[in-house]
């Protein structure tokens, strides 16, 4: 094979990469970073009403400023024989256009209303309608939940789209459709100019939409019209066809390859959400778990079709043909706060430093500052090394992970997050042990709903920065499991999976699974469980249990 390269585009949370990757043999030759600055500034937030929102000009600004830099590191040498470009994003994260295609931020007349952005995975203002919805699909004879896990969550596409509409009548009035993030980005960068050609992937419309071959396509509008009368007629402005992420989009545009400096016949890929191409980047194998672990996680399994015919497992975030390897049933399931869970603990302990610290009258301003990032830095690095040391008690502090509600098993977002066995001895190091432990076992209650579903977890994966950085977090992990975890030697597997589907919608590669065995990057560390803590772990997480009963009951009186 001669020397061709591809672009992975990895949309987080908090930040837009760039990664350029010899598609001969998976080398990373140039990677850019961007951080979201209105994200960054929380503007268009309100955590307090669990809203999360962002521009889509963040998003654009991104995509050119880490392209061009990527570009700029690797050379023009690689600039020249740039085949495809194919990205990932969060989601379900969707957003309001014009018929156009147009995200109404982009307009004048909204570009400061956050009904008109693009409403992020982790946006839990629309509970209610998600309820609604579980209330209402049992009034029909076929089960359009049967492929979500039976359970409709707040962070999906119908529930925030009624939520805006119901919110905002200038939105309503003005809304012509709704399109995911990961959908919207190769439209972009193809010029698409009419959201009835823009090309939808089956891993968003599938987990997240209630899109299903069985069906049809999505739910018919008898469905969403007797929900809610703002929704009668809306599936006419979506989409019925659905395409797998090896597919191609199109040629990028034009004016956006004389904006990033590329040639016009570069392919644009099919795009798909981050945990899904994160586990084609982290060389994923049917019942092998892949998690993808950052601020929230995604579990991926991904099983033969002809093992999965009559098989639905409930309460997690779907089963979709397709959407992670095409040809494989792929399964998702994960916890809302995993990541976050520690950066929560992290910012509690910081408040002295954040609000005391710029008071002090024995240290100038610029100082105070610099104390904070130094000292904020540290937090969790030394708790994990003093949470380490510490002995595993069954009696010890226990905590449940519900910190941004509960997506899997059983998605139920309005649920909150409980600390119990507290004494005057409980300290720092300690309470942040029962978060880990807590985090660990959420991860076990997956893997459990997967076991006694009949889908057998076979081997753990592990994906993502906490993976990478924590191999305190990473043991509990395996001693709560009670089975070894692999962790991928790419430290951005998503935009590793997404330049490996850039290869295969290229013609490079005819299959994933081949782009996957040339371009993957192997394993670099494995955590074993230490036996002598697994009975104690088997204890506790059934206190775990316990204690999230409680919670639940508790929530429902």
């Not at 061709?4 to 080398?27: C, K, P, Q």
């Not at 049933?329 to 509690?348: K, M, P, R, V």
């Not at 009670?482 to 790419?490: A, D, E, L, V, Y």
């Amino acid at each position: 094979m001669n020397e061709s390269f591809v672009i992975g585009v990895d949309f987080g949370t908090d930040s837009v990469r760039s990664l350029i990757v010899n598609a001969r043999n998976g080398n990373e030759m140039a990677s850019s970073v961007f951080q979201y600055p209105r994200w960054r500034d929380g503007l268009y937030c309100n955590p307090s009403l669990n809203q999360f929102r962002q521009h889509p000009q963040d998003y654009i600004d991104g995509l050119e400023h880490t392209i061009k830099t990527s570009l700029a590191q690797a050379g023009e040498a690689v600039r020249k024989t740039i085949k495809a470009i194919s990205v990932d994003t969060t989601g379900s994260s969707p957003v309001a256009t014009d018929k156009r295609g147009t995200p109404l931020a982009l307009l004048p007349a909204f570009s400061e209303n956050p009904n008109a952005m693009f409403v992020l995975w982790k946006d839990h203002t629309s509970v209610k309608e998600a309820a609604q919805i579980n209330e209402h699909a049992p009034r029909f004879d076929t089960n359009y939940l049967q492929y979500v896990g039976g359970i409709y969550s707040s962070e999906w596409f119908w529930a925030k789209l009624l939520h805006v509409l119901r919110t905002d009548e200038v939105i309503r009035k003005t809304c012509y459709s709704w399109v995911e993030h990961c959908d919207w980005i190769p439209f972009l960068l193809t010029g698409g100019a009419d959201v009835h050609q823009l090309k939808r992937g089956v891993c968003s419309a599938g987990h997240k939409a209630l899109w299903a071959k069985e069906f049809g396509g999505l739910p018919p509008d008898e469905f969403f019209a007797s929900l809610d009368p703002l929704l009668k007629g809306f599936t006419t402005r979506l989409f019925t066809e659905t395409f797998t992420a090896d597919k191609s989009v199109g040629r990028l545009s034009a004016s956006w390859a004389s904006r990033l400096g590329l040639g016009n016949d570069v392919v644009v890929g099919v795009g798909a959400f981050d945990a899904h191409m994160g586990a084609v980047g982290g060389q994923i194998e049917p019942y092998h778990l892949s998690k993808v672990m950052g601020t929230s996680t995604c579990d991926m399994l991904v099983a033969p079709r002809s093992d999965m015919k009559d098989k639905l497992v409930k309460g997690i975030c779907g089963q979709v043909d397709g959407s992670v390897i095409p040809g494989m049933i792929g399964l998702e399931a994960g916890q809302s706060a995993f990541g976050d869970t520690y950066a929560w603990f992290q910012n509690l302990l910081a408040w002295p430093l954040q609000t005391v610290l710029g008071q002090s009258s024995l240290i100038d301003q610029g100082t105070a500052e610099k104390l904070k990032l130094e000292l904020t830095a540290k937090i969790i690095p030394l708790l994990s090394n003093q949470a380490s040391a510490l002995p595993i008690l069954e009696s010890d502090e226990l905590a449940v992970d519900w910190l941004n509600g509960r997506r899997t098993p059983d998605a139920n977002q309005e649920l909150k997050a409980a600390i119990s066995s507290l004494n005057l001895a409980s300290n720092a190091p300690s309470i942040f042990k029962a978060l880990v432990e807590s985090t660990c076992f959420g991860a076990k209650a997956i893997v459990d709903r997967f076991n006694q579903e009949g889908v057998a977890v076979k081997g753990l994966i592990g994906l993502g920065g906490v993976a990478k950085k924590s191999p305190y977090i990473m043991q509990v992990m395996a001693d709560v499991m009670n089975m070894p975890i692999r962790i991928h030697k790419s430290e951005q597997t998503c935009a590793a999976g997404a330049a490996m589907f850039a290869a295969v919608a290229a013609g490079i590669y005819p299959r994933v699974e081949e782009a996957m065995a040339a371009m993957g990057q192997g394993f670099d560390a494995a955590y074993k469980p230490n036996k002598e803590f697994t009975s104690i772990y088997n204890r506790r997480y059934q206190k775990y249990k316990a204690l999230g009963e409680f919670v639940v009951r508790n929530y429902h009186e």
